[in-house]
């Protein structure tokens, strides 16, 4: 290199996460890290290829790689729960699943009560949100979230202090769910006014859409930051990062965190 030309910068990996109840697992592009605390304050480490359940190049096809990746992650978690017996998953809690449960038969009954409205349909889908919001009060979790977002970002950016980077992160699934709410809400309003008695079948391709248009609109909006309408995206998901999903996590988790993000980079190629 010649004497005063730039260093260029080392590509990092596109990674993601997902908080446990007492660790954080992550995603890289083709395998899974985890890191969890155990009972007797040790830190416990595993790693695994990821599940591909279509070729590459469909997965990477608009419209489709939404729903394939959300698949593909849900996979991942059998696969944790059987390396690692310590781990405690974000719904492995009986309040969260009552909640589930109860949400599911609310809305059952509530859609055999009439034609879609735009007042039904909201408040159904903030019944929905009931489990999601039950499993973080747990504050464990929420500061793993924390520490998930910070781990990430203080990779992305270069930064050593990991504990001074911000708890929220525009790549968090929290800026899914205002346009999911809102694209499923519209759909269901559509189906139900183009069809009398829609099949469940039906219900599930209208919510398969709206998931993908809202990715499709995720995409868009992290390929455009700064830009208005990609900030008007984010400002909902980094309101509920800040108030109820992200909690700043302990000295304790933030290494567990880091432990989780040294495993993927150890086991995830080099890019």
Known sequence: MAEGEAKPKAKKLRLGGMALRNGLLVHGPTHWAAAVRRPDGSIEVASERKPELVPGLVAKLPGLRGPVKLAESMLVLPLVRR??????LPFEEPRVLLATASTLAISSLMRRRGPATAG???????IGAVPALIALTDRDLAAYHGAEHKAIAAYEQGVDDVASV?????RCGSNLIVPMMVLSAAGTIALERLVDRPTSAARAAVGLVGASLAVEAFAWSDR???DPLAEAFHAPGREIQRLFATKEPTAAQLEVSMAAMAEILRAEPAP
Do not use: F, I, S, T
């Not at 911000?166 to 525009?170: A, F, L, Q, R, S």
């Open 83 to 88: 390396r690692m017996r310590a781990a405690r």
């Open 120 to 126: 039904r349909e909201g408040l159904l889908q903030l």
């Open 166 to 170: 911000p708890k929220e992160h525009d």
């Open 224 to 226: 455009h930051h700064g």
